[in-house]
């Protein structure tokens, strides 16, 4: 419902544009261009069409599209369409009456093919030998109800936005802005349990997602000095039902025995339980921009204050950022763009409040409850500067330098102290030794200490050394966690790049570029095992343009990646 | 790690030196522009017929508020130029572009979608605002190529990407480039918001959260997982899973459990069964983690075991 209103907005704007450009003031001499375009895409998608075919058509019909451009005096008018079936077309429309109203509204639908788990490797029964002679009791099912469905969802887009300055204040400049996201369609949900046996259910599920972004603001410029103020709202809602599922009895898996015992572990046992929650987030942003001019030079700032806010649990997420930027030309041939970067983030914590582990049973009885601080508090923090020497037309060279920090309040991850640390610079040299011809050499290189690393840490000694908790016979999985090491990252730390880039422009009709991109990659923090991630991108590209009507491009780039990550191996059980 | 500060510091130090000992060598053009003075556009079309005919169709022509000095409001009084017909004698913006000085065209174009362009990557182009745009056409918004063409001319290591099995429906025309950067400079590499994580969800709304139980990378950068021009992998991922989860978390344990030879029936449930593999437990505990924590950007409800403490992210 809510869908075909949008809609009805964009429509009701588009058309308000259009009438009001037939009323506006034209001037003398218009010029109109247009052009129409009928054809049709060919997909050959057959044997791969679901895994291939994410956006792509994969079936095929006519497709439309046309396209129009009117000036008249001060005022513009941009049509553009695409319709190839009722779930993929596209309309924008922009026009502008002389300097006093502008108005641009698009619409945009698109469908996205989603994946059909066949999930045919969730099927072993446990063997009670290394060679797979007697059936055990461990166990892993599945059940895909609709293994021919078809899934995905339809996405529409609608774009709302217009401008307009008071006659007699052309100073000021009001804006409002308007987005909506809509999708709708089925996606398989797969839902697991693993008591008494593992088992796994695809669930056909309705997509149903609403996203609308207002927004209002004001433009103001006062002399040397530009005042920017943005409020917006931001209004999610999942509004897929609440689908639910019988969870098997907790229980031994071969012989329905010890129902207390496996049931004092979980949750909940034999029962039915929701698998989803559909998430309502609304958002309240306020953005403050200033520009000023500081003789030939330039400061822009601008800050963020919002608060996001999980409806369904009453969790806030609030942020504060601020950033500045320098831009001032320190000599006749030198610019030096500094900028410096300040976020805040803060989320509520929450408090988990679990059942005891093994409530009732000998030895059981733990405290599972624990308190959920969450890794976006943090602060993060960034500086740099570039320095840009101009020696002439044929010689440019520039310097940049940074440091980022993040500091991470709430991080449990003791090895990082909390913090990331990030230092970075890149020379860069651009010659034109000759008319038509370009080169760039970028150099970057980035150190990082303490890049982001799993908060429980890599790796696991031998389980020899566990003991069981007291009153208990057995050593327990989650008791692995005392076992964990490694403060490593499969990130890196270092980081070396290469950017070499010719162009030669013969003509306006003939230009030729040739280049390479190479990086690598590697984390010093871990001498023992090797860590790489190299990337090489070699390119190459020529259009021909012989005259206004025809262009030809010729493009051709290859990227080698190759990584040698870590694996975190389990020493317990495997 | 030891930063090595005493080499950075040298480098500035020679590189202010350098600046110093700098030979000025000036722009010809503007001081040629000094000594000029405006002739009229009948003038410059005596000889740049060809130019004024497209000239005359374009946004620019329609718009102008300097009426007879066209040409020269952006370059700058010709009288020098159309005497001696050297084009070093005028100011051409798509040769003559230089990043320190004032740029031309921001004298007009100063909206907010420019606040940033003078600190911009962009703005040191070669050619500036010419790399990307022909003043003189009529093309929508002046472009030299429409859409995501115009910026995988450059960045062709990008365009490649789209091309993977994974990627934004860039080629397929859905969505472009500028949907997530903003070309003439962004609060952050060029995106249209301040950090990359704010970028992803301000389309992908439903793993914004805050949830209550968090996946720490999705609230970290959404870029440790996911390359969001193309991969190999599906959905993005930079590897595929398992490998990808593998980065992080440790193999699951039961991925060493032999399995039986043989069909087999669940004996309480005896719908559930099927063909068991000496190697089943590999295949379901390494091929994909999502089929059982299908909530890996995050979820408000707690997992199914106690043990875990509720933070799986099952269900």
């Not at chain 2, 022509?61 to 409001?73: D, I, L």
């Amino acid at each position: 419902m809510r869908s075909k209103q949008s809609i009805a907005v964009a429509v009701a704007a588009l058309v308000a544009s259009l009438v009001l450009l037939g009323t506006g003031a034209f001037a003398q001499q218009p010029a109109t261009t247009w052009q129409v375009w009928v054809g049709s895409h060919y997909s050959g998608l057959q044997d791969y069409r679901d895994k291939v075919a994410e956006f792509d058509w994969a079936t095929n019909s006519p497709e439309f599209a046309a396209k129009l451009s009117h000036t008249f005096g001060k005022n513009v008018l941009d049509v553009s369409g695409l319709y190839y079936d009722p779930k993929r077309m596209a309309l924008n429309a922009s026009a502008g009456l002389g300097g006093w109203l502008k108005a641009d509204v698009s619409y945009r639908s698109f469908y996205r093919r989603l994946q059909n788990d066949l999930m045919e490797n969730l099927v072993v029964r446990e063997a009670k030998d290394r060679i797979g002679s007697a059936p055990g009791g461990k166990m892993i099912t599945h059940d895909n109800p609709t293994p021919a469905a078809t899934f995905g969802y339809t996405r529409r887009e609608i774009n709302t936005k217009l401008e307009a300055r008071i006659p007699g204040l052309k100073m000021l400049k009001l804006r409002l802005e308007h987005r909506s996201i809509l999708e709708d369609g089925n996606e398989q949900r797969l839902a697991a349990m693993h008591c008494s046996s593992c088992h796994v259910e695809a669930i056909d599920m309705k997509v149903d997602r609403k996203t609308h972004d207002v927004a209002a603001g004001a433009d103001l410029d006062v002399g040397p000095v530009s005042i920017s103020y943005t409020a917006r709202i931001r209004q999610f809602r999942d509004d897929a039902p609440i689908y639910e599922m019988k969870y098997d009895t907790a229980q031994h898996p071969i012989n329905g025995k010890f129902v207390e015992e496996f049931s004092s572990r979980e949750l909940f046992s034999g029962q039915v339980a929701p698998i989803n929650s559909p998430l309502q987030v609304d958002q309240l942003s306020h953005v403050f921009k200033a520009k000023a001019h500081l003789g030939a030079g330039e400061v822009v700032a601008s800050a963020v204050t919002s608060n996001a806010k999980n409806k369904v649990k009453s969790l806030n997420l609030k942020t504060n950022a601020a950033n500045v930027r320098l831009t001032y030309p320190l000599l006749r041939k030198v610019k030096v763009v500094a900028q410096g970067s300040y976020d805040r983030i803060k989320n509520d914590p929450v408090f988990i409040d679990l059942p005891p582990w093994r409530a009732g049973r000998p030895g059981g009885g733990q405290n599972f409850d624990w308190w959920r601080y969450s890794s976006l508090t943090r602060t993060d923090m960034e500086a740099s500067a570039q320095v840009l020497y101009v020696h002439s037309r044929a010689v440019r060279f520039s310097l940049l330098g940074g440091v980022g920090r993040i500091i991470r309040d709430d991080y449990p991850y003791q090895g990082a102290k909390g913090k990331t640390t990030t230092m970075k610079l890149r020379p860069e040299l651009r010659l034109r030794p000759v008319q038509g011809l370009t080169a760039r050499l970028r150099y970057s290189v980035e150190v990082t200490d303490n890049p982001f690393a799993p908060y429980n840490y890599f790796f696991e000694r031998s389980g020899h050394s566990l003991t069981p908790l007291p009153g208990n016979t057995l050593v327990y999985y989650f008791q692995r966690r005392q076992l964990r090491y490694g403060n490593i990252t499969s990130l890196p730390t270092l980081e070396h790049a290469v950017d070499v880039k010719l162009t030669y422009r013969q003509s306006s009709s003939v230009k030729l570029t040739a280049g390479v991109k190479a990086s690598i990659g590697t984390n010093k923090d871990n001498k023992e095992l090797s860590f790489k991630h190299r990337t090489l991108q070699p390119q190459f590209g020529l259009t021909l343009s012989p005259n206004s009507h025809w262009s030809v491009f010729l493009d051709y780039s290859l990227i080698l990646e190759d990584q040698n990550g870590l694996l975190s191996v389990p020493m317990m059980d495997g | 790690m030891r930063y090595k500060l005493p080499f950075l510091r040298r480098a500035c130090l020679a590189f202010l030196v350098l600046l110093f000992f700098a030979v000025p060598a000036g722009f010809r053009t503007a001081d040629a522009a000094k000594k000029a003075e405006k002739v009229g556009d009948q003038t410059c079309l005596t000889c740049h017929e060809d130019v004024g005919k497209s000239f005359a169709h374009s946004v620019h022509a329609q718009k102008t508020t300097t009426k007879g000095y066209t040409c020269e409001a952006c370059h700058g009084p010709g009288s020098v130029h159309a005497e001696s017909m050297d084009p070093a004698d005028i100011y051409n913006p798509a040769t003559d572009y230089n990043p320190v000085a004032p740029n031309p065209c921001l004298t007009c174009h100063n909206g907010p979608q420019f606040t940033s362009a003078t600190a911009s990557a962009h703005h040191e182009l070669a050619d500036g605002c010419s790399d990307c745009h022909q003043v003189h056409s009529t093309e929508p918004k002046l472009l030299k190529k429409q859409g995501s063409e115009l910026c995988v001319d450059c960045h062709k290591d990008i365009g490649a990407k789209f091309s993977l099995t994974s990627h934004h429906p860039v080629k397929e025309g859905l969505m472009s480039c500028t949907s997530c950067h903003a070309v003439h400079g962004g609060d952050n590499k060029f995106t249209h918001t301040d950090n990359s994580r704010e970028l992803c969800i301000s389309c992908h709304t439903d793993k914004a959260g805050p949830f209550v139980f968090e996946h720490e990378p999705v609230n970290e950068d959404c870029g440790i997982c996911h390359d969001p021009h193309g991969t190999v992998a599906n959905n993005l991922l930079k590897q595929t899973e398992p490998f990808l989860c593998m980065s992080c978390h440790p193999v699951h344990f039961h991925t060493g459990i032999a399995g039986y030879i043989g069909d087999f029936k669940n004996p309480l449930h005896p719908e559930r069964g099927g063909k068991s593999t000496l190697d089943g437990f590999k295949s379901g505990m390494l091929t994909k983690c999502t089929q059982c924590h299908t909530q890996i950007h995050g979820s408000d409800l707690p997992s199914e075991s106690i043990s875990s403490r509720g933070r799986s992210l099952t269900r």
